[in-house]
């Protein structure tokens, strides 16, 4: 058996949907429908590899900026996706959560997502989590407001400035940093993803688009991280004889 490190945390950018639709000469929702394909793939291919959270990045604030119809329909996928992989999800202990403004989703989707979150809290084997409209920026904006608040109500101190008291009010509050992001398509760009929290991730971009996107080359990507050196901030020889994190 190997004892390469796995990443606990693995965190994707789907992209390429488009131009995977684009190359074949099909509708852009094509691509967007295969992806969901991909995405299924991607959890039994997770779970297999002894990842314990993926957090895929399904829709961002700026998402709402593409045609209506093409919303529309990402959102008509979101419905299928949870509608269909509910029963799937419980059968193999997967948790789901949801990071981003969620109050602001259609309700359908809202009301989903809140039955899926709760049918399947009890579990703890992978946790799936969904970046729904999601941003780090308005991440940052929502935390400054929650803690604002937690300090006018006595709870946190003003001088209390360090990283683990802020980071509770972050959506992220009770998931693990992310250790490997990866993202398809061949774009090396973090498009406003878990800016925060891949403060010390490693980073794999790959040129395949999603729907593209097989077991294998998740399991490549895990390979390409097990070779890296992570240092978080301290020396090779430092990190050999006493790590502190
Ligand atoms: C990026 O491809 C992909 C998205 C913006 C949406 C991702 C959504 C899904 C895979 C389906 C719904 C998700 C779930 C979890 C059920 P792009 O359209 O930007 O591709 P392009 O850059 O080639 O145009």
């Known amino acids: 058996m190997s004892s390469a490190p796995i990443p606990a945390h ?4 789907m992209d390429g949907n488009g131009r ?3 190359q074949r000469g099909l509708p852009r ?8 394909e991909t995405v299924r793939t991607v959890i039994k291919a997770g779970r297999e590899l002894g990842i314990r959270y993926i957090t895929l990045y399904a829709f961002s604030v700026e998402n709402w900026k593409r045609p209506q119809d093409e919303v529309g329909a990402l959102m008509g996928l979101l419905e299928y996706f949870l509608k269909r992989e509910l029963a799937n999800l419980v059968k193999d ?8 403004r969620i109050h602001e989703m259609p309700d359908n989707v809202r009301i989903l997502l809140q039955n899926a979150v709760e049918a ?3 579990f703890s084997d992978l946790t799936l989590v969904l970046a729904l409209n999601y941003g780090s920026r308005t991440e940052i904006v929502d935390a400054a407001r929650a803690y604002a608040k937690a300090v006018a109500a006595g709870e ?10 802020f980071s509770r009010h972050l959506y992220t509050a009770h998931i693990p940093d992310p250790d490997l992001v990866i993202r398809t398509s061949g774009e090396m760009r973090i498009s406003n993803f878990l800016l925060m929290q891949a403060a010390y991730a490693e980073f794999v971009f790959t040129p395949v688009f999603w729907p593209d996107f097989t077991k294998t080359d998740l399991a490549d990507a895990v390979a390409t991280f097990a070779k890296r ?6 020396t ?10």
């Open 120 to 122: 399947t809290a009890a």
């Open 156 to 165: 946190v101190k003003l001088n209390d400035t360090s990283w683990e008291s």
């Open 20 to 22: 995977w639709a684009k």
């Open 10 to 13: 693995v965190a994707i950018i």
């Open 236 to 245: 090779s020889d430092q990190l050999k004889s006493a790590p502190t994190r």
């Open 29 to 36: 929702i094509e691509g967007h429908r295969r992806g969901v």
């Open 93 to 100: 202990k997967v948790r789901l959560l949801t990071i981003g």
């Open 229 to 234: 050196e992570r240092r978080f901030g301290q």
